[in-house]
């Protein structure tokens, strides 16, 4: 699948969090903030997960719900960041890759270090998010992307990384005004 774009239709889904709740982008008059992940134990995805949990309360004073992807197990996904990290939002294992597929999530790694370098202060945050365990449960050479999706199904924002750590700014998901 080609990347997708500000304007274009979101994929439709109906999938199960790792609690078992259903989750989709049609529930109701609320805005999704869909994060796509690499691994549970990748340290730039662990930062971005705790600073999507500080801003949770934000995102909720928005009706902005998220949906945090990672294409990890069900367990793992649940024991090594949902239950250790108390995240409040819905995450979704997607062994399979099928959404990351159908939102065009499958650019590599490879050469994007040159991007990753411009960034130290990122780098150093995402140091204490270092697990004990080095475990790969998912896709060590993809790149993270994340998606705000309008009440009617259409992508508002479509960021596809430059490099592993590379998501979208907090302030730019909150302070973004709906097409």
């Known amino acids: 699948m080609e990347k997708l774009k500000a304007g274009d239709r979101a994929p439709l889904f109906k999938v199960w969090d790792t609690e078992g709740n259903p989750q989709s982008i049609t529930q109701g008059n609320s805005r999704y903030f869909l994060s796509f992940h690499r691994f549970t134990t990748c340290p730039f ?3 971005r997960t705790h600073e999507l949990k500080n801003n949770y309360p934000l995102f909720r004073e928005q009706d902005i719900e998220i949906i945090s992807l990672w294409p990890s197990s069900r367990n793992a996904l649940f024991h090594d960041v949902k239950e250790k990290m108390k995240v409040p939002f819905a995450m ?13 999530v499958n650019d590599s790694s490879k050469g994007s270090l040159k991007h990753l370098l411009k960034e130290p202060l990122l780098l150093t945050k995402a140091l204490k998010y270092l697990p004990a365990s080095r475990t790969i449960d998912g896709q060590p050479e993809l790149l993270p992307a994340n998606f705000l999706i309008n009440p009617h199904g259409i992508i508002e924002i479509a960021h596809y990384g430059k490099h592993i750590g590379d998501h ?3 302030n730019d998901i909150l302070n973004f005004k709906s097409l």
């Open 45 to 47: 995805c662990n930062l």
């Open 92 to 104: 979704v294992a997607d062994e399979k890759m099928v959404l990351y597929n159908e939102y065009g």
């Open 168 to 170: 979208l700014p907090i």
